[in-house]
C-alpha cells in the first residue's frame, strides 16, 4: 500500500472519532488510486478514501491556469455526462487556479462538499466564454461550496462570462431539486484588480419564473462589483426563493448590493460599502433594492457607509408587489445619495406592515427628504402600515418621518412618544384595516373592521 493511501485512510478514521481534527499533508502526496491531495484541508469524518476527489488530478485539469479546465470539470460535475460527485468531498487546492472557457455545470447533484481549502483558497476564472455564469449550479442541492474564488475574468483573459454563479431549478424533468445550498468563504468578484463587467452579478437565487432554489445561504463571503455597470451583489430572481440567508458578508461597489425581485429571507450583519452610490451609478440603485417578496424580508444588524446610497429602495418609487420587512439595528452613514429620494423607501406598491426598530440614520446633510417615506401615491400617503420606534437620525434637518402618513396607520416613537400622524378618512368606508387609527383636530378615528371606520369628538377639559 502507497504511503499516500495509508494517511489519508488513517486520516478518515481519525476524522470520523475527532470530526474538528485538521490533518496537514505536504503537497502532491501521491495516492493509490491516482489522487493526490495538495496542501492543507479539514478531515471531515464520515467520508470513505473513495468520497474524496481532488480535482488536480484529474485528466485535463491544470492548475496553472494556462490551458481550460473546463472540459474536465463538467466531465467529473454533471450527471449528464456521467459525473457523480453524489456525497462526495470535491477538493480544489489552494494554489490550483482554474481557467474555464466554457461554463462550469453542477448538475444532478446531491450532499456534496466543493472545498478551495482557504479563505478563500482555489477557485476558477473565466477566459473566453459567454454571457452568463462561470458556475452553474443546475438541478442540484443540499450541497456546500466553500473557500473559492470564481472570478468572471481572470487577468489577460477576454471573457465574456458576466456572473460568477447561478443556481437555477431548471431542467426540472431530470435531477434533483435546487434547495438547500450553503456557499461559504467565498470570493466572488469581477476579477482581479478594478475590473468592470457590466451587468455583473455576483450570485443570483433562481430565474424570473422558476420554483424552488429556496434555502440558499451566502455566509462570510465577499462580493465586489467594482462599480459595473447595472450590477448586483447578491441577487434573488425566484418567486419560491425564500427563507434564504445572507450573513456576515462583504459587498462593495455594486449598483444594488442586494436585489430582491422576488423571494426573500434575512440579511444579517453584513457589510456594505458604495452600493447604489448616485455620484458612481445615478438613480435607481441602493444597498437594498426590493420589487417585491416573500415575506418577512428581515434587515438586521448590518452597516451600510463608505458612500453608498438609498438603504432600501423599493422598486425607484414606483410600485411594485409590495414586501412587509423588519429593519433593525442596522447603520447608514455617509451616504452618497440623490437629494430627493427617502434613504429607507417603503410602501408604493403593497399594503404590507413594515416595523423599523432601533436604526441609526447618520444623512450627513446629504438629502433634502425625511428617512422614511414614500411619493408613489402621494398626496394619500403609503400604502400599509408602520411601526417605529427606537430610531436615530444624524445630521437631516427634515427628520424621520415626512407629513404623510401611512394610509393603515402608524405607530411611531419619532417625537418621544406614541401617535398618529393625521389623516383624515374621506368617509367611514375607506379602505383599512382593522386596528388602523388616525386623528385630525377635532376627532380620532378607529378602523374597527376591514373598510370600517368610527371616530369619537376631541373636546377640551
Known amino acids: 500500500m502507497k504511503l499516500g493511501s495509508l494517511l489519508l485512510m488513517s486520516g478518515l478514521a481519525l476524522g470520523q472519532a475527532m470530526p474538528n481534527l485538521q490533518l496537514h499533508i505536504p ?33 485535463g485539469v491544470d492548475c496553472t491556469g494556462a490551458t481550460d479546465s473546463s472540459t474536465a470539470l ?35 447533484q446531491s450532499n456534496f462538499v466543493i472545498d478551495g481549502g482557504g479563505r478563500p483558497g482555489g477557485g476558477l ?5 459567454s454571457s452568463g455564469a462561470v458556475l452553474l449550479v443546475n438541478r442540484s442541492g443540499h450541497g456546500e461550496l466553500r473557500g473559492l ?45 478594478s475590473v468592470q463587467i457590466p451587468n455583473y452579478v455576483g450570485i443570483q437565487w433562481g430565474i424570473n419564473g422558476e420554483v424552488n432554489n429556496e434555502d440558499m445561504r451566502l455566509i462570510d463571503s465577499s462580493v465586489s462589483c467594482s462599480n459595473s455597470t447595472n450590477s448586483y451583489g447578491i441577487d434573488i430572481e425566484g418567486g419560491n426563493s425564500d427563507d434564504n440567508e445572507g450573513y456576515h458578508n462583504i459587498i462593495n461597489g455594486c449598483f444594488q448590493g442586494v436585489r430582491i425581485f422576488a423571494g426573500g429571507g434575512r440579511f444579517t ?4 460599502g458604495g452600493n447604489g452610490a448616485f455620484s458612481v451609478f445615478g ?36 410600485g411594485g408587489f409590495g414586501c412587509q420587512m423588519f429593519i433593525a439595528g442596522n447603520q447608514w452613514t455617509s451616504p ?33 427628504m425625511p428617512i422614511i417615506g414614500s ?29 404623510t402618513p401611512f394610509r393603515a396607520g402608524m405607530f411611531s416613537m419619532a417625537s418621544g412618544f406614541p401617535h398618529t400622524l393625521p389623516k383624515t378618512p374621506s368617509t367611514s368606508s375607506d379602505t383599512c384595516v382593522a386596528g388602523a387609527m388616525w386623528n385630525d383636530a377635532n376627532y380620532i378615528y378607529v378602523c374597527t373592521s376591514t373598510n370600517t371606520i368610527k371616530r369619537a369628538a376631541l373636546t377640551k377639559f
Not at 502526496?29 to 484529474?58: E, T
Open 27 to 59: 503537497n502532491a502526496v501521491g495516492l493509490g488510486w491516482g489522487v493526490s491531495l495538495h496542501g492543507n484541508f479539514n478531515m471531515m469524518g464520515g467520508y470513505s478514501a473513495g468520497d474524496v476527489l481532488d480535482v488536480s488530478a484529474l485528466p
Open 125 to 129: 476564472f473565466g477566459c473566453n466564454g
Open 269 to 272: 450583519n453584513n457589510k456594505f
Open 74 to 108: 463538467n466531465r467529473a460535475f454533471d450527471s449528464r455526462r456521467g459525473g457523480n460527485i453524489n456525497g462526495k468531498l470535491v477538493l480544489v487546492p489552494m494554489a490550483c487556479n482554474l481557467r474555464v472557457d466554457h461554463q462550469v455545470i453542477v448538475f444532478g
Open 375 to 403: 411619493d408613489h401615491r402621494s398626496p394619500s400617503g403609503p400604502l400599509g402600515s408602520l411601526v417605529e420606534f427606537g430610531n436615530e437620525v444624524l445630521h437631516d434637518t427634515y427628520g424621520l418621518l415626512g407629513s
Open 336 to 368: 452618497d445619495i440623490a437629494m430627493n429620494v427617502y434613504p429607507v423607501n417603503l410602501n408604493p406598491g403593497g399594503a404590507d406592515a413594515q416595523v423599523v426598530v432601533g436604526n441609526s440614520f447618520n444623512a450627513n446633510g446629504t438629502t433634502s
Open 283 to 318: 438613480t435607481g440603485g441602493g444597498t437594498f433594492w426590493v420589487r417585491g417578496c416573500a415575506v418577512p424580508l428581515d434587515i438586521i444588524g448590518n452597516e451600510a457607509a463608505e458612500g453608498s446610497g438609498q438603504f432600501i429602495n423599493s422598486n425607484n418609487d414606483q
Open 149 to 193: 474564488n470564481i472570478y468572471a475574468k481572470g487577468a489577460s483573459c477576454t471573457s465574456k462570462f458576466t456572473r460568477s454563479i447561478l443556481v437555477s431549478n431548471a431542467n426540472t424533468g431530470s435531477g434533483v431539486t435546487t434547495t438547500d445550498l450553503k456557499f461559504v468563504d467565498m470570493a466572488l468578484h469581477t476579477g482581479g484588480g
